[in-house]
């Protein structure tokens, strides 16, 4: 059994390693929700599993069911999501951070097809967790920048 991922953030930095780890993680968008009345965003993902990708010839690319979510949450921003589809399928690119003028954090979760989540965080305060045992992956995510 894999040792199940636990990470939580509360620097900028911190959020970085979120975007490393969820690199290529895909998310229905029925999975995804923005709670304002408890100022939370949360999502369930399938990341892939940087950790044990594959690499050698015996082993294959795996995914795992994650869960993430950001507190502290003051808006959010959704752009180019089929709201109306819940089983639409979003790829992962990154995740961007930056502080604004204004003391608070925007965090964007950027997915493939040019669809965004954009957050207003007043402070960094997101964790992420792993929720399944690894699986055998389809494929290896293939980022050809040729």
Known sequence: MAKKL?????????????S????????????????????RFAC?????????SGQGKSRHPKRVRSGVHFDGVLSAA???????????VLELLAIEAAENDGGTIFATLVFSGYAAVRLELECVDA????????????????????
Request: aromatic share 10%; net charge negative.
């Open 6 to 18: 636990r990470l939580s953030a509360n620097h900028l930095d911190d959020l970085m390693v979120f």
């Open 20 to 39: 490393a780890v969820l690199q290529d993680a895909t998310i229905k968008v029925g999975d995804m929700a923005y709670f304002p009345e408890a100022r």
């Open 44 to 52: 369930v993902t399938n990341r892939f599993f940087w950790e044990d």
């Open 78 to 88: 959704f752009k180019n999501l089929p709201m109306g589809d819940p089983n639409h």
């Open 127 to 146: 964790a992420l967790e792993d929720l399944s045992q690894p699986w055998k992956a389809i494929r290896r995510p293939d980022h050809d920048l040729d």
